[in-house]
């Protein structure tokens, strides 16, 4: 289960991340697409934001799907 | 209701062909001329003072100028609104300041248009015809590509967005049910399709686009394209031909506007040219009026051609 959490999680991040790429210079969908979506994607942001964080730790994402506290 | 696009180059005579149409065919039917030109020239050609508002010029026309920069404004106020009450905890920082820099971003312009285009044919429904004065061809292709190339973007977000509430589904259902009273460890995820506000939306926003295509490209819509017999507008009206076929936008009808005795071989030249870019379009020769005529009385720069018998 943890790794469908994990997989699920980095859905979103790529949900976010083609719908807001152009706030880190990715080809984007139309502006107002993004716009329209915005307003509902509190959670994608916060994951998106997270992943970005973690993403230099990869031994600590690791434990964290393996469950190792 | 039938919906007439006039498009072409800046200054070959769109506004003023497509006035002139709109003025034939109120004498059968009811229209309504819209400008979307953000230089706005219908109230000088009907020699009408218009404000944002509409005008009656007559029981059966309607004038109505577009403010392109106050719609693309309106529609970020709005979406700023709803930001703001979905992100309440990120009203401390500078939204404000954020959304003062979209309003430049590329786009926003054109799906203002589409808006107030798709707004006009859904809320006029009291009128026969629908006459629309685009801006020039840049633009005018862009907005009307929008509905094509956004509808490709939603459909790849929609099946990632339908992947990622299989998953959660799985995880809810792996999950034991909660007791009662009992506060979720974590934040549980809405997985079903009808209650997903993004899907939702997305699907939304598809049926909308979608319904929007077929109008533009189906039997009730047609395309008008303006030229001059002048080489730079044939080269334009080529290209805009082009685009037009690409978005499968039903061009119908060909204007060479601004004919005179000294340029007619060439008009013959250019009409040439874009019969054999555009098989099987009718061509109308419009002759250039020398005089200056002001006033409402103006009969429309005496333009004889009746265009309108083919709408």
Redesign the interface.
């Known amino acids: 289960m943890a790794l469908t959490s994990v997989e699920m999680e980095e859905m979103e991040n790529i949900f976010a991340l083609l719908v807001l790429g152009s706030f880190v210079g990715l080809p984007a969908p139309p502006t107002f697409l993004a716009v329209e979506l915005l307003p509902f994607m509190e959670r994608e942001l916060k994951v998106l934001s997270r992943r970005a964080e973690d993403a230099g730790d990869m031994l600590a994402e690791m434990c964290g799907t393996l469950g190792i506290d | 209701m039938k919906i007439l696009f006039f498009t072409g180059k800046g200054g070959v005579g769109k506004s003023t062909i497509a006035a002139a149409s709109a003025w034939q065919i109120s004498g059968r039917a009811r229209v309504l001329i819209q400008s979307l030109d953000p230089a706005h020239n219908l109230g000088d050609i009907f020699g009408v003072n218009l404000g944002n508002g509409k005008q009656k010029v007559s029981e059966t026309l309607v004038l109505q100028e577009v403010d392109l920069q106050k719609l693309a404004r309106d529609?970020?106020e709005r979406?700023t609104r709803?930001?703001g009450?979905?992100?309440r905890y990120l009203q401390v920082l500078n939204l404000d300041n954020y959304f003062s820099i979209?309003k430049y971003?590329?786009?926003?312009e054109e799906?203002a248009l589409l808006t107030s285009i798709e707004r006009t044919i859904n809320e006029e429904t009291d009128f026969d015809y629908i006459i629309f004065d685009t801006p020039p061809t840049g633009l005018t292709l862009r907005f009307l590509a929008?509905p094509s190339?956004?509808i490709t973007?939603?459909d790849?977000?929609i099946l990632?967005?339908e992947?990622?509430l299989e998953?959660?589904y799985?995880?809810q259902k792996?999950?034991r049910p909660l007791k009662e009273g009992e506060v979720p460890r974590e934040?549980l995820?809405k997985y079903d399709s009808g209650e997903d506000?993004?899907l939702r939306?997305?699907r939304c926003?598809r049926d909308n686009y979608n319904r929007l295509n077929g109008l533009l490209q189906g039997p009730e819509c047609t395309v008008v394209l303006v030229f001059n017999p002048d080489m730079l507008s044939l080269r334009e009206s080529q290209r805009l031909v082009e685009g037009l076929r690409e978005l499968r936008l039903p061009l119908r009808l060909l204007v060479d506007n601004k004919v005179t005795d000294k340029n007619l071989g060439m008009a013959a030249r250019v009409e040439k040219i874009l019969e054999s870019t555009a098989p099987g379009i009718p061509v109308e020769r419009v002759p250039l009026s020398e005089g200056l005529y002001e006033g409402t009385e103006a009969t429309l720069y005496r333009i004889t051609k009746d265009m309108g018998s083919r709408f």
């Open positions: 529609y970020l979406e709803v930001l009450e979905t992100y979209l971003s590329p786009g926003i799906y929008l190339v956004t973007w939603i790849r977000l990632i967005r992947k990622i998953k959660r799985t995880i792996i999950r934040e995820l506000a993004i939306r997305l926003l």
